[in-house]
């Protein structure tokens, strides 16, 4: 395994030297989970909630860390170069962790696929994969993906969609003339609309969705879950027999997805967490008080 010590902006071997923007908070007790899946943080973008973030990493931990992708907005930076302090107190944070001996697993997006070729390579004790598998304590097998490798599926079946909506526009039109030529007969009216409507209702509803397709990838390579983000909605059911989920993103939802001890999986929604953190530290005083 090669190791590389710089990439573009970030020099990894000097990062230890320095010290992070904004302190490192160890004070609390944070609390341990087996592991931790967080993707679309979009960093070098104005979205990115880094302040929240920086938040959660200070205040969890775990002996496995999944970053799924999107972590770094490529595309943007390319664009226009925004790159605040706090950006930087993310990736030190999460080189800090691989540094004190965590596995740190990252899994490039779409928009951070710059990172892919140097797939099965490690830098700053961060391995960098394209997908992996990970075994939950209780003995699950679950592919971890970033999930754009489904676009052109999901893409083309939204133009599908369209065809669908055309397709049952037509069997309307079919409907009428149908029950016209039955009438004419004397027989009952059937209704091929409705027939037809619901298969195709159901059959557009299954293919367009993201989460159906993960799940039958997953299914298809034999494992018992998958676990993506990319669409940015955090998420856990049961898709025909297989686990999926979905760890969100740090734009819209400010989520994690995390493994308890035992193999429970669970989703943390970070600006509640800081939000009954805060309504406890103002009921602190009153209770001094009282
Ligand atoms: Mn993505």
Redesign the pocket.
């Known amino acids: 395994m090669g190791t590389i010590t710089r990439f573009p902006f970030i020099d990894l071997s000097g990062f230890a030297a320095v010290e992070p923007a904004i302190p490192e908070r160890d004070d609390c007790g944070r609390r341990q989970y087996r592991t931790i899946w967080i993707s679309?943080v979009h960093l070098g973008t104005r979205g990115c909630n880094a302040e929240m973030l920086i938040d959660f990493l200070d205040h969890v931990d775990s002996e496995t860390i999944y970053l799924v992708?999107?972590i770094i907005d490529g595309w943007q930076l390319r664009k226009r170069f925004y790159w605040p302090a706090a950006h930087n107190d993310i990736v030190w944070r999460l080189l800090k962790r691989a540094k004190r001996g965590a596995r740190v697993v990252y899994i490039p997006?779409?928009?951070d696929e710059i990172f892919r070729q140097f797939s099965g390579l490690n830098f700053g004790g961060v391995e960098i994969k394209r997908q992996a598998i990970h075994t939950t304590a209780d003995g699950r097998r679950l592919l971890v993906l970033?999930?754009?490798e489904f676009d052109a599926i999901t893409l083309s079946h939204r133009w599908l969609a369209h065809v669908g909506d055309a397709a049952y526009t037509a069997v309307m039109a079919l409907n009428r003339w149908c029950n016209r030529y039955r009438r004419w007969r004397g027989l009952p009216y059937w209704s091929l609309s409705k027939h037809a409507k619901q298969k195709v209702k159901n059959a557009v509803e299954f293919v367009c969705g993201f989460e159906e397709i993960v799940a039958r990838e997953a299914a298809a390579r034999g494992v018992d879950g998958v676990i993506a983000?990319?669409i940015h909605t955090a998420g856990m059911r049961t898709i025909d027999g297989i686990d999926y989920y979905n760890d969100g993103d740090w734009v819209e939802g400010c989520t994690a997805l995390v493994e308890h001890g035992d193999g429970r999986m669970e989703i943390l929604h970070w600006a509640d967490e800081i939000a009954a953190r805060e309504r406890q530290q103002d009921a602190l005083p009153a209770l001094a008080a009282a």
Request: no cysteine; glycine share 36%.
């Open positions: 679309d992708g999107d997006g779409n928009h970033h999930g754009d983000g990319h």
